[in-house]
């Protein structure tokens, strides 16, 4: 099996390797799946809501749907609690209340994928 990992230097992405190339330059075809870890992560005022948009939304579309042109079978999109809001408790029932830029930018990827 041929993976594609990104977000290596990631929370959960450096437990893994990556494939160090620009979007424009992966081929598809040699892959079976992709893990998508890469974002910006719980930066605050530091960074702008058109970058997490652009990181965080445009991006991780962007990489799915060349993706599933080109074949590869599976896409998993790692989000974040942060969709969530400040909720307590949270099970499958739970309602999305994002709080933060970076809770936004998640929330709006995983609905436009």
């Known amino acids: ?18 494939q160090s190339q620009h ?16 974002g910006i992560v719980h930066q605050g005022q530091k960074v702008s809501s058109y970058e997490y948009d652009r ?3 445009k991006y991780p579309v ?3 749907t ?4 080109n074949g590869v079978k599976h896409f998993v999109f790692i989000s974040s609690i942060s969709v969530y809001g400040s ?4 099970d499958e029932k739970s309602n999305c209340n994002p ?9 709006q990827a995983e609905n436009r994928l």
């Open 99 to 107: 709080i933060t830029k970076y809770g936004h930018s998640k929330f």
């Open 1 to 18: 099996m041929h993976l594609l990992i990104t977000g290596s230097s990631g929370y959960l992405g450096s437990s893994f390797s990556l």
């Open 62 to 64: 962007e990489l799915a």
């Open 55 to 57: 990181v965080n939304i």
């Open 23 to 38: 979007i424009e330059d992966i081929d598809f075809q040699k892959l079976d799946a992709v893990l998508h870890c890469a």
């Open 87 to 90: 909720m307590e408790y949270i």
């Open 66 to 69: 060349l993706a599933k042109a």
